[in-house]
């Protein structure tokens, strides 16, 4: 390539061919090169800079993006904990309740039976009848709780089993 000196020789010059040597400075074609050779220099850290600038700001898009999303992940962890611990009260419910429905399936099928035998039931040694309430060991009927519930209304009243009661036993 050329030499790192700014002036040159020429042995063929516009003043006939100097045989001196006459010292010419950089021609046009060189100071061409390098101001392009610059200018491209100047575009090319431009857009290096304007590269590093868009990768700057996609971390800002994507650090937003990422917090947004672990935020909907924290509330959706602590959603699900919260349902997941509901059904483990509503299982648990469940089962008491199925346990209970099955023992009260036993009772009515207990009674059923022995109400067919005729005459006055027994078991265990208790008088039994359709109301289970207000009877004692002997068979008799207890004068205070004589189908009266001392809060009002009847005891022989079908009330449903709240969850609310249910919740209260856990």
Not at 7 to 18: A, E, F, K, P, V
Not at 31 to 43: D, I, P, Y
Not at 53 to 62: C, F, K, S, V
Not at 75 to 86: P, R
Request: hydrophobic content about 30%.
């Amino acid at each position: 390539m050329a030499s790192s000196s700014s002036t040159y020789r020429s042995s063929s010059s516009s003043d006939g061919g100097n045989p001196s040597g006459s010292v010419v400075p950089v021609d046009d074609r060189k100071r061409k090169r390098m101001l392009s050779n610059r200018e491209s220099a100047r575009r090319s850290r431009m857009r290096k800079q304007k590269h590093v600038d868009d990768l700057t700001a996609q971390i800002n898009q994507l650090t937003n993006d990422n917090r947004q999303i672990l935020t909907s992940l924290t509330v959706t962890t602590q959603l699900y904990m919260k349902i997941q611990a509901e059904n483990s009260i509503l299982t648990a419910q469940m089962s008491e309740l199925s346990t209970r429905l099955e023992s009260l399936n036993e009772i009515v099928d207990l009674v059923t039976t022995t109400n067919g035998s005729g005459g006055v039931d027994q078991i265990d040694g208790c008088g039994f009848d359709d109301r289970t309430v207000g009877i004692n060991c002997d068979g008799y009927y207890d004068d205070m709780m004589s189908g009266v519930n001392p809060w009002g209304g009847s005891v022989y009243s079908n009330q449903p089993i709240m969850a609310n009661d249910m919740m209260n036993m856990y």
